[in-house]
């Protein structure tokens, strides 16, 4: 499969795919290990496919590994916006960075939140702008505009447990979370692409 190959309704997208193939996605990988469809460095290397392009993407803890400086993270971020096509869904899976699975891999380099992703709209930015919060409009600083469809925090198993059985509410948990390692686990964005 080529790098210009789409699939039905638009191109379709695996990034940082590993061993994690998807059928019917491009999978893409820095790493020639996993064979992937297309290897290339997602952080530094321009991405061959056509803007408004793409209609699916996938970075299946993969994003948080990308490149090792904030820049090398709005390179993917561009690009990903570039892409995209207005209305483009983006799935990300990553590792919470408060979660010894982030720290004690010493790849995951990126710390994402979904708080970070918000950071990507300018319809947010805006409203940060109008009260005095513009230090981090990340959308109107690197030309990218996302909007936060879902996401969910992925609790750590024995907190999961403690939750149902009610021995936490779901308030503490996310108290807690603030400040304490190892309850959240991961967690999983679903961005759309504003291009309008």
Same mark, same amino acid.
């Given at each position: 499969?080529?790098?210009?190959?789409?699939?039905? !309704?638009? @191109?379709?997208?695996?990034?940082?795919?590993?061993?994690?193939?998807?059928?019917?996605?491009?999978?893409?990988?820095? #790493?020639?290990?996993?064979?992937?469809?297309?290897?290339?460095?997602?952080?530094?290397?321009?991405?061959?496919?056509?803007?408004? #392009?793409?209609?699916? +993407?996938?970075?299946?803890? !993969?994003?948080?590994?990308?490149?090792?400086?904030? #820049?090398? $993270?709005?390179? /993917? $971020?561009?690009?990903?916006?570039?892409? !995209?096509?207005?209305?483009?869904?983006?799935?990300?899976?990553?590792?919470?960075?408060?979660?010894?699975?982030?720290?004690?891999?010493?790849?995951?380099? =990126?710390? @994402?939140?979904?708080?970070?992703?918000?950071? $990507?709209?300018?319809?947010?930015?805006?409203?940060? +702008? #109008?009260?005095?919060?513009?230090?981090?409009?990340?959308?109107?600083?690197?030309?990218?505009?996302?909007?936060?469809?879902?996401?969910?925090?992925?609790?750590?198993?024995?907190?999961?447990?403690?939750?149902?059985?009610?021995?936490? !509410?779901?308030?503490? +948990?996310?108290?807690?979370?603030?400040?304490?390692?190892? +309850?959240? =686990?991961?967690?999983?964005?679903?961005? /759309?692409?504003?291009?309008?």
């Amino acid at each position: 499969m080529d790098a210009q190959t789409s699939v039905d !309704s638009g @191109l379709k997208l695996n990034l940082g795919c590993g061993f994690r193939k998807k059928s019917g996605y491009i999978n893409v990988d820095v #790493s020639r290990n996993c064979m992937p469809d297309l290897r290339l460095d997602l952080a530094r290397d321009p991405w061959p496919w056509e803007t408004n #392009s793409a209609q699916e +993407i996938v970075f299946e803890y !993969s994003m948080e590994q990308m490149g090792t400086t904030p #820049s090398d $993270l709005e390179h /993917v $971020l561009r690009e990903l916006f570039r892409v !995209s096509a207005h209305g483009a869904k983006t799935f990300v899976a990553a590792f919470h960075p408060r979660h010894d699975q982030f720290f004690l891999n010493p790849v995951c380099t =990126q710390r @994402l939140s979904p708080d970070f992703f918000h950071l $990507l709209s300018m319809g947010r930015n805006l409203d940060m +702008i #109008s009260s005095g919060q513009h230090h981090d409009v990340l959308g109107m600083k690197w030309g990218v505009n996302f909007e936060v469809e879902r996401f969910k925090y992925l609790i750590s198993p024995v907190f999961q447990q403690d939750l149902e059985s009610g021995v936490i !509410s779901e308030e503490e +948990i996310r108290r807690r979370m603030t400040y304490e390692n190892n +309850i959240c =686990q991961a967690f999983e964005v679903d961005l /759309v692409a504003n291009k309008g």
